[in-house]
């Protein structure tokens, strides 16, 4: 069965392949056998001189210290730093120089968990060491999906195929439901059952693609009609820290008929997951049910232990293990998010940029945000002209500017306030390249900031777009761009996420 895991970064669940996911769950077993038949001691110097460091942007108990479990127990050592209290990242570090500067620290891998959507990839993007998924934002917690698999392998006597699971509690603005969900989008005759409040349930982006890749996915009225036909309830805590302004005392009154107390479970054979921690606040599930026999996430996170274990072991346990080699990562340079537009009516568009001979348009602004993109951009007080002007019966306004090939973080600055401008560089009075520039639409994804500098980058899935970091698809909506523009820039695009800065 196929595993090759050397070397590799374990960045979105959606990167291994069903028989990879049953190579690990099988490897994860056989270290929970040796560990129950007390034989752990013979892979105690299966890591040796290997060390793993952790950088932890955001509170964890299971996932960092499981990690350093699995190191300490295979005779390697571990590092790191678990909050940004007290690191450089206090001091306005980018993640691009902090991992650089992990790298150089002479470790041989990384876990990584960061509040941005699409951060782990920007970190595999940029380490020369490989990096594993601690969770990022509201996107992908990969190891736990894995033993949360491992789990249901372990307890369903390795059958995966034709689950039924039920998902409830905050499905909306956490990372572990859509990992799990999509691991098991792997196996066959998988029912997802879920119940929440509009507010919490599941993201409409993932019951779609769910339901591409085979998945039947059925919303309930109640938490005890999920019961009544599961196998597995897996239970999350309100994600508050993704949820600015709405007050734990709300979300308490909200979650309120969807705790799991022992009324909920009475009568059903079902068992009850939770990736952990329980709030103790909204205690979204009773204590009391923790001494039932439903009760399975405690040894749930242990699970965990055994599979990052197996995953270490995997990865680094090979002599030839890819380590640091002195190299700085590669110019990253521009991302492919310039959708090229043919710099047609040259002659309208002359009207229009006159009186500059070299410089930019910046055109197709959204109605109303004139103010806010010359603000952002203040190219007067960096000593570059600026006309801000609108045409009278169109919407759309435009800036030009005698800057011409505008930085990256400018385009990211117009992007942010108004959607797929479009970009004339004027060259000797005529435009010599236009293009409209596309930027993720997801809020919480990585390439949207400003002074992390990733450039942004799409792929191809299908006839469609996904951001190469969030992996959230993108829609085209200049009214501009043509279908034939349109498809040729989505032919551009790479079908898969290949490896950027370091090609062997
Ligand atoms: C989860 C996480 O951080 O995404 N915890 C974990 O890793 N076990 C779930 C959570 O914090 O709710």
């Known amino acids: 069965m196929s595993g090759n895991f050397r070397d590799r970064d374990i960045i979105s669940i959606t990167d291994f392949s069903r028989a990879e996911i049953l190579h690990l769950c099988e490897a994860g077993h056989r270290m929970a056998e040796l560990e129950k038949s007390g034989r752990r001691n013979i892979l105690r110097d299966a890591l040796k ?30 590092d790191g730093f678990s909050g940004t209290e007290g690191t450089s990242v206090m001091k306005n570090e980018t993640v691009r120089d902090t991992v650089t500067m992990m790298c150089a620290n002479h470790n041989d891998v990384l876990v990584m968990r960061h509040p941005l959507d699409g951060s782990l990839q920007w970190a595999a993007d940029v380490a020369n060491i490989p990096v594993i998924n601690g969770g990022d934002g509201r996107n992908e917690h990969p190891t736990q999906a894995l033993l949360d698999v491992l789990t249901i392998y372990s307890l369903r006597e390795a059958r995966l195929d034709g689950l039924r699971i039920g998902f409830g509690g905050d499905l909306s603005h956490g990372r572990t439901v859509r990992s799990l969900s999509l691991a098991l989008s792997h196996f066959d005759d998988i029912t997802i059952r879920w119940a929440a409040e509009d507010f919490l349930g599941m993201p409409p982006d993932l019951v779609e693609l769910l339901a591409d890749r085979g998945v039947k996915v059925v919303r309930d009225g109640s938490v005890r009609d999920v019961m009544r036909q599961v196998d597995f309830y897996y239970r999350t805590r309100p994600q508050l820290e993704r949820m600015p302004g709405v007050k734990q005392r709300d979300i308490v009154s909200m979650m309120k008929q969807y705790r799991i107390d022992l009324s909920k479970i009475e009568g059903f054979d079902v068992r009850v997951l939770h990736p952990l921690p329980v709030n103790s606040e909204i205690a979204e599930i009773d204590y009391r049910v923790y001494f039932t026999p ?9 699970y965990g232990i055994f599979l990052r274990k197996a995953l270490l072991h995997e990865m680094l346990g090979h002599e030839g293990y890819r ?20 710099a047609r009516g040259a002659a309208r568009s002359g009207m229009f940029i006159d009186r500059i001979q070299d410089g930019t348009v910046i055109d197709h602004l959204q109605p109303g945000t004139l103010r806010a993109v010359s603000d952002a951009l203040d190219l007067e007080n960096r000593g570059y002209s600026c006309t801000t002007a609108t045409i009278p019966e169109k919407p759309n306004p435009f800036i030009k500017t005698n800057l011409r090939d505008l930085p990256e973080r400018d385009l990211k600055r117009i992007a942010l306030l108004s959607p797929e401008p479009t970009i004339d560089s004027v060259k000797d009075g005529r435009i010599a390249e236009k293009f409209v520039y596309l930027l993720c639409a997801n809020t919480n994804c990585i390439t949207r900031t400003i002074n992390e500098d990733v450039p942004p980058r799409f792929f191809r899935d299908g006839g469609a777009i996904r951001c190469r970091y969030c992996r959230r698809p993108y829609l085209v909506s200049h009214r501009k761009v043509t279908a034939v523009e349109r498809k040729a820039y989505v032919d551009s695009l790479p079908a898969v996420i290949e490896p950027v800065g370091y090609p062997e």
């Open 49 to 78: 001189h290997r060390t793993l460091s952790y950088m932890f942007y955001e509170p964890s108990t299971r996932t960092r210290t499981s990690f350093n479990t699995g190191m300490r127990e295979l005779g390697g050592r571990y």
């Open 294 to 302: 439903a009760q399975a996430f405690f040894s749930q996170a242990e």
């Open 323 to 342: 380590r640091y080699d002195g190299r700085l990562p590669q110019v990253l340079g521009t991302g492919n998010n310039r959708l090229p537009r043919q």
